[in-house]
Structure formats: C-alpha cells, structure tokens
C-alpha cells in the first residue's frame, strides 16, 4: 500500500510518498522499503502512484502518452482518471482467478500535482472493485491525502497544514524550500509515519518531490 500526500501553495505543489512496496498478489514476496513512487511526467507535473504496481505501470504510461503539449487541470483530471481505469483492466486482464479482487488492498490509484499557467493544482484518482473517486482541487492551500483511511490520515495532514498556514502563510522567507513548504513536508512526513506505526504495508524511505514556478522539478529524500 502506499500513502501518498499532495499540497498546492501559492506557486506550487508539494508531493510526498513512502516508499514500502509490498505484493498482495504474491505475498510471499518480502516488501521493499526503498521504492520510489513519485516520477516526473513533465517539467511541471508531478505522479505518485497507488496501489497495486503491475497495475500502476500501465497507469503511468498511459498517463504520459495522453499528455497533450496545453493542458488545463480539468484535461489532466479527466485523463488521470481514464489512466487509472485502464491500469484497472490491465490488472484484471493478467490476475489469476484464484485472487480476491476484492481485497481491500486490491487497488488502482494515482495523485498527481504541478502547475498549468503557472497556477497549482492537484487531481488524484482511484479505481477497486467496488467503485471509483477522482477529486481535483485547485489554488493554494489545497491537499490530497490517499491512503491511511483507517488511521485518519487526511484529518491529521490537515490540521497539520493548518497551523503551518497560519504561521508561514502570511509572512516567510521564499525559496524552492521555504518556512511553509518546508512545514508542509514535516507534516506530510509525520502523517506518513503515524500510518506505518499502524499498518505493516506503509513505511520505509520518504521521498518528496517539489514542483514551484521558477525553480526546477526537485526531489529529495528523508
């Protein structure tokens, strides 16, 4: 499973994931702890992706191939979701009839974050077998948290964000990693960590990726 934190500021976005990879469809397997879920799919946009990774990698083509030169957050909102649809039948076209696709972590997801016309937004989308829900948001002060439903992992970065809000929002130093983006990734971080506390499928290296107008796609490690 993953948890997967996307958060716009005024001219840009923040996204952060963990980076444990487990194998619902192959427990066997022992998870990995340094996977990187957070790819560059253009100098201004950002992708973590969710779930199930046979799937995800069909997601993430798709997703790059679809991308047209102009782009409005409403095109990319619509063609994350039909990405995710098509990773979902991808997975269903190679699993073996003897999984239980209706395993809770029998999922298809992707956030995705960065700037059109120099504005942020953030979409995500996210495809099982009982259902699907695409958000997108867009401005400043905006946030996608997927995964850690159980551990209430969306109220947690958002109270976090907004102190953070309320102290850097007004008044902070600007650069690639400022007071407030800067608060943004600790929260993100802390979230992140009260999930893997709780569930053996989230956990590992926390990667981070920042997206700001004039500065270069940037990532990093925590």
Request: charged fraction near 20%; proline fraction near 5%; charge should be negative.
């Amino acid at each position: 499973m993953t948890i997967g934190i996307a958060v716009t500021f005024n001219d840009g976005v923040l996204l952060v994931a963990d980076g444990r990879r487990t194998y619902p469809l192959n427990p066997i397997l022992p998870p990995q702890d340094d996977v990187n879920k957070i790819f560059q799919i253009s100098p201004t946009i950002g992708a973590i992706t969710f779930g199930v990774s046979q799937a995800t990698d069909f997601v993430l083509h798709n997703l790059s191939l679809s991308l047209p030169p102009r782009y409005s957050p409403k095109d990319v909102s619509t063609i994350v979701k039909s990405s995710v649809n098509v990773g979902w039948s991808c997975l269903m076209s190679i699993v073996a009839p003897d999984v239980d696709v209706h395993h809770e972590r029998v999922k298809v997801g992707l956030v995705v974050g960065g700037l059109t016309n120099n504005q942020p937004f953030v979409t995500g989308a996210l495809k099982y077998s009982d259902g699907e829900n695409c958000v997108l948001e867009e401005g400043e002060y905006k946030f996608i948290v997927l995964g850690g439903e159980e551990q209430n992992a969306k109220d947690e970065f958002n109270q976090i964000a907004e102190r953070a809000v309320q102290q850097f929002g007004a008044n902070r130093e600007f650069g690639l990693m400022d007071n407030l983006v800067e608060a943004f990734l600790r929260g993100a971080a802390d979230t992140i960590n009260l999930v893997s506390a709780k569930r053996l499928d989230v956990g590992g290296t926390i990667r981070y990726a920042v997206i700001r107008r004039g500065y270069p796609y940037t990532t990093g490690a925590l």
